[in-house]
């Protein structure tokens, strides 16, 4: 027999392999798992997105039609509002003050902190951040309903209904919004989990407490107020935004902040015009 190596691989040399071969499954899994991670987080981070976009659209629409009432020129000239002569007497279930859902001369108000009505926020759970009241009629004509609290008006004033009176002719019957949005602890689908909410008034009447977007960590509410007089320059335009316990004069705009709970530095934040002119 000759004194060469025999042909193959020795057992240190297959160790080896087996060694490396293992490393770098070890690598390749390790590499998958953090892509896999980072796709889950980005996935994440996206509906986180989708959650505020969508909660921030639906308060823009409310907040840009904010003390719209229809063709009437403004509340004053509404019969049947709590400041009025004869406020309407319907008894709205779960109303969130005394006449709290007819206080249309209240048609904008705003809380940084607490929970300043009589009606209970989900749960009993104090909320996070502002508090956020609003006033308005629906941007549609309807038919009156019995149960359904109405703004029938004209050019000139109008008054409200609830027990579904028909519409004057030449008027517009449009269904009374009253609404107060907040962030509460708890959301229906999960005890520990957030989400924007509203008490609002529907048929009944009656206030109702409805889940807005689950993920909403806080609410915050600066108001835009507008000191210029009519006719100068900057009139109509907001000189600062404050916290609602320091607004005094007009407010012209509604600045708005929305922060995720799905991460603590991603949050939302636009500023609504009061497209029907300024408030309080």
């Given at each position: 027999m000759s004194g060469r190596r025999a042909a193959g691989f020795g057992l240190a040399e297959v160790l080896v392999a087996l060694a490396l071969g293992l490393l770098l499954a070890l690598m390749i899994t390790t590499l998958h798992a953090r892509i896999l991670r980072l796709a889950l987080d980005a996935g994440s981070a996206a509906?986180?997105?989708?959650?505020?976009?969508?909660?921030?659209?639906?308060?823009?629409?409310?907040?840009?039609?904010?003390a719209y009432w229809g063709p009437a020129p403004d509340a004053a000239q509404i019969a049947g509002r709590r400041a009025g002569a004869a406020p309407l007497a319907a008894a709205v279930g779960g109303d969130c003050g005394p006449g709290w859902s007819i206080d249309l001369d209240a048609a904008l108000q705003a809380w940084s902190a607490g929970w300043p009505l009589a009606?209970?926020?989900?749960?009993?759970?104090?909320?996070?951040?502002?508090?956020?009241?609003?006033?308005?009629?629906?941007?549609?004509?309807?038919?009156?309903?019995?149960?359904?609290?109405?703004?029938?008006?004209d050019y000139w004033g109008g008054r409200l209904v609830a027990a579904g009176e028909a519409v004057p002719p030449g008027h517009e019957g449009r269904t009374l919004v009253a609404r107060a949005y907040y962030v509460?602890?708890?959301?229906?689908?999960?005890?520990?989990?957030?989400?924007?909410r509203r008490k609002t008034l529907q048929r009944g009447p009656r206030i109702v407490d409805e889940e807005v977007m689950p993920g909403i960590a806080a609410l915050e509410v600066l108001l835009g107020v507008d000191h210029d007089a009519p006719g100068t320059?900057?009139?109509?335009?907001?000189?600062?935004?404050?916290?609602?316990?320091?607004?005094?004069g007009p407010i012209?705009?509604?600045?708005?902040?929305?922060?995720?709970?799905?991460?603590?530095?991603?949050?939302?934040?636009?500023?609504?015009?009061?497209?029907?002119?300024?408030?309080?």
């Open positions: 509906d986180a997105q989708d959650a505020l976009r969508i909660a921030m659209a639906v308060l823009e629409h409310d907040l840009a039609h904010t009606c209970r926020p989900y749960r009993g759970a104090s909320p996070l951040g502002s508090v956020l009241a609003l006033r308005r009629a629906s941007s549609e004509p309807g038919d009156p309903e019995a149960g359904v609290l109405q703004v029938q008006a509460s602890p708890h959301s229906t689908g999960a005890a520990r989990q957030p989400s924007l320059a900057g009139h109509g335009l907001p000189d600062a935004f404050v916290a609602p316990e320091s607004a005094s012209v705009a509604v600045r708005i902040t929305l922060r995720s709970a799905e991460a603590s530095d991603l949050a939302m934040t636009r500023t609504i015009a009061l497209r029907n002119g300024p408030v309080g």
